[in-house]
């Protein structure tokens, strides 16, 4: 009685669970939780990652909605990933709090605007990118946000 209780915590227990950052690693795109620890062998692994970055896998690519963290503990980056590429907005910041850059991706590619800030919060660059290369007029800022040159 008590091997037919505790077969479907087991169960369970393997579909759905929690590894700290450090405890995954990447192998030709796909996270596996660490051989020296695992469980799983060499089954990619699915569940939610904890500890400076936090998300979820599934069968080993990342999906849905990331954050990283810096030393410091304040946010170092918020996106999300669809099959395992980032998608759509993402936005990262400096240590200090202050904005870095943001932009969109498409299909892991860099797509659109994308918008970056020196650790003093003024503008550094803005330009767009098209299939992951730039595109277009790149304009770049000096700290104290005058222009220091036009590219493109």
């Given amino acids: 009685m008590k091997t037919i209780f505790l077969l479907p915590i087991l169960l369970l227990s393997l579909i759905s669970c929690s590894i700290e950052t450090d405890?995954?690693?990447e192998r030709d795109g796909l996270y596996y939780e660490d051989l020296a620890n695992s469980i799983s062998g060499f089954t990619p692994f699915t569940g939610?990652?904890?500890g400076k970055e936090k998300g979820r896998v599934k069968?080993?690519?990342k999906?849905?909605?990331?954050?990283?963290y810096h030393d410091n503990g304040d946010?170092?980056?918020?996106?999300s990933y669809k099959n395992g590429r980032e998608e759509g907005e993402?936005?990262?910041y400096h240590d200090?709090?202050?904005l870095r850059y943001r932009g969109s991706y498409k299909n892991g590619v860099m797509e659109g605007e994308w918008v970056y800030y020196h650790d003093n919060g003024q503008l550094s660059s803005k330009g767009n990118y098209k299939n992951g290369k730039r595109d277009g007029e790149w304009v770049y800022y000096h700290d104290n946000g005058q222009v220091e040159r036009r590219e493109g």
């Fill in 59 to 61: 069968d080993g690519k």
């Fill in 90 to 92: 993402w936005v990262y």
């Fill in 23 to 25: 405890s995954v690693v």
């Fill in 75 to 79: 946010l170092r980056y918020r996106g």
């Fill in 96 to 98: 200090n709090g202050d």
């Fill in 48 to 50: 939610d990652v904890t």
């Fill in 63 to 68: 999906k849905g909605m990331w954050v990283g």
